[in-house]
């Protein structure tokens, strides 16, 4: 029941006295001087029982209004649920009253505030016990952080409903730090003349000193203060100081180049003859996507938070650090290129994890790339090394953005090329053989993930933490920020030439295909290229071949180079494997529909007339072997699918 009326009949139960004998029995030897109490009936009769125990003089006791709980207003007497109800949150308590005359938590504060406040300078030196109520408690713990509204409701979310147990003894340890007429941390004038710190040099006490030189003279004057450096090297602070000057890296805004830059150079030079520090990055303005300064009156930028919530704190982060603002260049800060990052880097690192957990099984991820003589996984590997000697040059020369942007790219051959290029692969069954393809597309894979978690740690760091959470590593470590630097490894520039040129002419062969309108499921007989570093490699032609779908790729040295030719003649044969691609395509389509997952087996059944059934004995094994089918047969079906032999329906079922 709420109850804050120092005339309601709420005495304290037996329960309620047993505790508070407790209580007292806890306080003994604390050496307690007052105990200030709420007028509430309950919290008077709790501090005489206390006042008691302790064996103080009734003096000791003072009722303080101030500290009484919250006026609940038409909610005094009912059930504690119908005040909770009332509000939607716990923030909206400190701005709005209950009805019939209730306070807000914001004027409570204020209160207990001033409260203890005046107690303190009254009775200075004193151990002053506080017996009071849970809202008290909790804003009195609030007053004595100096917390804004905003983090006094946090403190009571993370405190939960009950903040404080009956009868519960805390410290309340209030820090001597400016608060303002709310009694929230503020270290602005008039506030902060109240503050004075005995200073530990034995020389007398600290405080703000009236007439100010220049805000930016105090700002430039950070490395030697720090230290509370005096200019003798021989003191504790004096040689703390030189061990630590100068510093070895340093960053700020362009705006802050003729304030604090300026000073902090000029008084290193001044008294040290020597820069104070080592490296610097300046970062430049964020501005409205429009170009002008963000302001909240014009509220011409994006709330930050709800972009966090949104795309994560890390596409936040990667978006800012590959942009010009690194430069110390102007940024028009577009929500838009945070999506992109999220889209095309977050959710790809975590597509290929997802693909690779479907095959991993329990193997364990080795620090060192694998062994493997497939083209896919050599070209990746040296497409790793090569990303990972840029990032790190680029973070070793503080050119953060140069550091960054290889990143999007490289994600993108793993996501586009290399893990879409060895789905077969992963899908083989896996034999004893020690050069088991699916077995080194899997290690490759699982070495990739780790790398990459690495080398995204310093950039994005809470993608990396997870990635590497959700991976095995042999040797793992608690998080991939107690992991080495990954180490650079050998870089086959003929390969990475030798795939880029491979990759153009697939580019180029694809667009053919569309401009013929011809299905990329339907084989073609030949696709003629111009000589190119890939010509004499059979696993890469082999691959051209495969992606573009055609019988053979022919090198010609008749052909320009960027010029491709690509044979649309489509003879029955032709069509017929074509129509075999379709049908496998089908049939997965409906095992999708039906909620199968991949690998697990099913019977396909279908109907049609003469030449398609003839056309689907021909080519059951093939089309069982693609679809995990043991069995094709005649049968109902339903699902109609359109062939060059005629119609045919199909329906697939678990085996």
Known sequence: ?????????????????????????????????????????????????????????????????????????????????????????????????????????????????????????????????????????????????????????????????????????????????????????????????????????????????????????????????????????????????????????????????????????????????????????????????????????????????EIVRKYGADALRYYLLASPAVRAEDLRFSQTGVEEVFKKLMLRIDNIRTFYAMYAGDAEIAHSAPETSNILDLWIRSRFFETLDEVTRGLDQHEVDRAVRPLMGFIDDVSTWYIRRSRDRFKEKESENEGDDARHARETTGWLLLSIAKLIAPIMPFLADDLYGRLLVKHKKESVHLELWPESGPIDTELLSAMHAARDVVTKALEARAKAGIKIRQPLARLSVPRAPFADNEALVALIADEVNVHAVDPSEALAADT???????????????????????????????????????????????????????HAAEIARATSATALSAGEAAAALELDCGTITLAVARA
Not at 215 to 225: H, Q, R
Request: aromatic share 10%; hydrophobic share 40%; with cysteine.
């Open 1 to 305: 029941t709420v109850s804050y009326k120092p005339d309601d009949p709420y005495p304290l139960t037996e329960r309620g006295r047993a505790q508070a004998d407790e209580a007292a029995a806890s306080l003994k030897g604390k050496d307690v001087d007052l105990i200030v109490t709420s007028p509430v009936l309950r919290t008077r009769e709790t501090a005489e029982r206390v006042r008691a125990a302790l064996g103080l003089p009734e003096s000791a006791v003072i009722v303080e209004p101030r500290i009484a709980e919250v006026n609940t207003g038409e909610f005094n007497g009912r059930p504690i649920e119908e005040y909770r109800e009332y509000f939607t949150t716990t923030l909206e308590k400190f701005t709005h009253p209950t009805p019939g005359g209730g306070e807000t938590l914001r004027a409570m504060m204020i209160r207990l505030g001033e409260a203890m406040r005046d107690i303190d300078a009254k009775h200075q030196g004193k151990r002053i016990l506080f017996v009071t109520h849970e809202y008290a408690v909790w804003l009195m713990e609030a007053v004595a952080r100096g917390a804004t509204d905003n983090e006094a409701a946090w403190m009571k979310v993370e405190g939960g409903d009950d903040y404080i147990a009956n009868a519960e003894v805390r410290e309340l340890d209030v820090a001597p730090i400016p608060r303002n007429a709310r009694f929230e941390l503020n270290y602005h004038r008039p506030y902060i003349d109240e503050i004075r710190w005995h200073c530990t040099c034995e020389l007398g006490t600290m405080e703000r000193v009236p007439d100010v030189f220049d805000c930016w003279f105090e700002s430039g004057s950070m490395p030697f203060a720090q230290f509370h450096y005096l200019g003798d090297r021989e003191t504790p602070e004096g040689r703390a100081f030189f061990e630590n000057f100068p510093a070895d890296f340093i960053a700020e805004g362009l705006d802050q180049t003729r304030g604090w830059f300026y000073t902090l150079m000029v008084l290193s030079v001044g008294l040290f003859d020597r820069a104070p520090y080592k490296s610097v990055i300046v970062n430049g303005m964020i501005l409205a996507e429009d170009g002008q300064k963000m302001s909240k009156k014009l509220k011409n930028y994006p709330d930050l938070m």
């Open 564 to 618: 491709v030719v690509l044979d649309t003649t489509l003879t029955p044969k032709l069509r017929e494997e074509g129509d075999v691609r379709e049908a496998i395509r089908f049939i997965q389509e409906l095992r999708k529909k039906a909620g199968l997952t991949p690998g697990e087996s099913i019977v396909v059944t279908y109907a049609g007339d003469a030449a398609c059934a003839a056309f689907l004995e021909r």
